[in-house]
C-alpha cells in the first residue's frame, strides 16, 4: 500500500508554470506507476500524464503534450508534474495516483492523493 500527498499548487497567471509534487509514503513506490489526473469545476476527472514505475516511459493527454511533463525520483519517493504555459483551461484540482500499470482511467489507480488545487488566471 502507499500513501500520496500533493503539493505545489496555487494561482498563477496564463503563461507561468508551476510544479506540482507527489510524495509518497512506504517503502514500495518504486513499485508502482505513478498518474496525474485533473477535475475542473463541473467536469469529469481526467487523465494528465502518467510514467511507468521506472520512469522510463511517459505518456500524455494530447491537450497538455508538450507543455506538461511527468518525472520522479525513486530515491526520493516522489513524482512531479512540471506545467508550462498555463491557460485558463488548466484549472482543476490536480491528483497523483499509483498503480501497477501505467493507464489513462481513473478507476484502474486504486490509490490516491487528496488533490492540490491549480487555478489560472487569464
Known amino acids: 500500500q502507499v500513501q500520496l500527498v500533493e503539493s505545489g499548487g496555487g494561482l498563477v497567471q496564463a503563461g507561468g508554470s508551476l510544479r506540482l509534487s507527489c510524495a509518497a509514503s512506504g517503502r514500495t513506490f518504486s513499485r508502482y506507476a505513478i498518474g496525474w489526473f485533473r477535475q475542473g469545476p463541473k467536469k469529469e476527472r481526467e487523465f494528465v500524464a502518467s510514467?511507468?514505475?521506472?520512469?522510463?516511459?511517459?505518456s500524455y493527454a494530447s491537450s497538455v503534450k508538450g507543455r506538461f511533463t511527468i518525472s520522479r525520483d525513486n530515491a526520493q519517493n516522489k513524482a512531479f508534474l512540471q506545467m508550462n504555459s498555463l491557460n485558463a483551461e488548466d484549472t482543476a484540482v490536480y491528483y497523483c495516483?499509483?498503480?501497477?500499470?501505467?493507464?489513462?482511467?481513473?478507476?484502474?489507480?486504486?490509490?490516491w492523493g487528496q488533490g492540490t488545487q491549480v487555478t489560472v488566471s487569464s
Open positions: 495516483a499509483a498503480g501497477l500499470i501505467p493507464r489513462t482511467l481513473p478507476t484502474e489507480y486504486p490509490y
Open positions: 510514467i511507468t514505475a521506472s520512469g522510463g516511459s511517459t
